[in-house]
C-alpha cells in the first residue's frame, strides 16, 4: 500500500538557518503530493502540494519539489523564523482520491 | 467564515463506553472526512461520507461508524471503547470538485479512554 516516510524529529534551528525536511514516498501510479502544519491546538493547514512530476509547491517561503525520479518531496526554506516552530506532515493522496496518507510528523522549533 | 468546527474539544470515557464527535464542515463544502490522529503519530484515514453515505473507509473496524445529515455535518461515534482508541480525532471537509484534493481540518476532538 501507499505510505509516506519523514524525517523524524524533533528539529531544532536558530532563527535565519535554512531547513530541510526529508520525505519520501511509496505508491504506485502518479500521487499528489502534500505538506501540511499543525500548530498547537490547532488542525492541520495545507502548506503547498504538488500533483506531478517535477512540480514546485511553494507558499510563505517554503518550497517543495515533487522527484519521482527518487520518491522525494522535501521540504526547505531558507530562512526559518520562531513562527514557523510547529509539527510539520508530508502527505499523499492517489489521483481522484482525497484520502491522505501522512508520515509520523516532524516537530520543528526555532529559537530567537 | 467558519471554518470546521469540532464538538467536544476534550472528552474522558472509560473502556466499554460509547463516544459521538460532531463536526460542522467550512461553509460550502459537503464532504467530510475522519482521521484518527494517536500522540506522536500522523493522522490515519477513518473514512469519508458525501451525500449522507459512507464513501471510503481506512482499515478501522466496524466500532467506528458515522453519519452525514442533510446540512453536510457530520458524526463519529465509537461502540466499545479501548484504551488504544485514545487519540485527536480530526474533522475534515472539502467541496467535490474532481482532482481538487483541498481539504480544511478542524482543530479536533481529543479523546482520553480510561
Known amino acids: 500500500g501507499n505510505s509516506v516516510t519523514q524525517m523524524e524529529g524533533p528539529v531544532t534551528l536558530s532563527e535565519e538557518a535554512f531547513l530541510t525536511i526529508n520525505c519520501t514516498y511509496t505508491a504506485t501510479g502518479y500521487p499528489s503530493l502534500f505538506w501540511y502544519v499543525q500548530y498547537p491546538g490547532e488542525g492541520l493547514q495545507l502548506l503547498l502540494k504538488?500533483?506531478?512530476?517535477?512540480d514546485k509547491g511553494s507558499n510563505k517561503g517554503f518550497e517543495a519539489t515533487y522527484r519521482k525520479e527518487t520518491t522525494s518531496f522535501h521540504l526547505e526554506k531558507g530562512s526559518v523564523q520562531v513562527s514557523d516552530s510547529a509539527v510539520y506532515f508530508c502527505a499523499l493522496s492517489d489521483v481522484g482520491s482525497e484520502k491522505l496518507v501522512f508520515g509520523k510528523g516532524t516537530k520543528l522549533t526555532v529559537n530567537p | 467564515d467558519a471554518g470546521v468546527t469540532q464538538s467536544p474539544t476534550h472528552l474522558i470515557k472509560t473502556r466499554g463506553q460509547q463516544v459521538t464527535l460532531r463536526c460542522s464542515p467550512k461553509s460550502g463544502h459537503d464532504t467530510v472526512s475522519w482521521y484518527q490522529q494517536a500522540l506522536g503519530q500522523g493522522p490515519q484515514f477513518i473514512f469519508q461520507?458525501?451525500?449522507?453515505?459512507?464513501?471510503q473507509r481506512g482499515n478501522f473496524p466496524d466500532r467506528f461508524s458515522g453519519h452525514q445529515f442533510p446540512n453536510y455535518s457530520s458524526e463519529l461515534n465509537v461502540n466499545a471503547l479501548l484504551l488504544g482508541d485514545s487519540a485527536l480525532y480530526l474533522c475534515?471537509?472539502?467541496?467535490?470538485?474532481?482532482?481538487?484534493?483541498?481539504?480544511?481540518f478542524g482543530a479536533g476532538s481529543r479523546l482520553t479512554v480510561l
Open positions: 461520507y458525501y451525500e449522507e453515505e459512507e464513501r
Open positions: 475534515a471537509s472539502s467541496f467535490q470538485v474532481p482532482g481538487a484534493n483541498v481539504l480544511t
Open positions: 504538488a500533483t506531478k512530476a517535477d
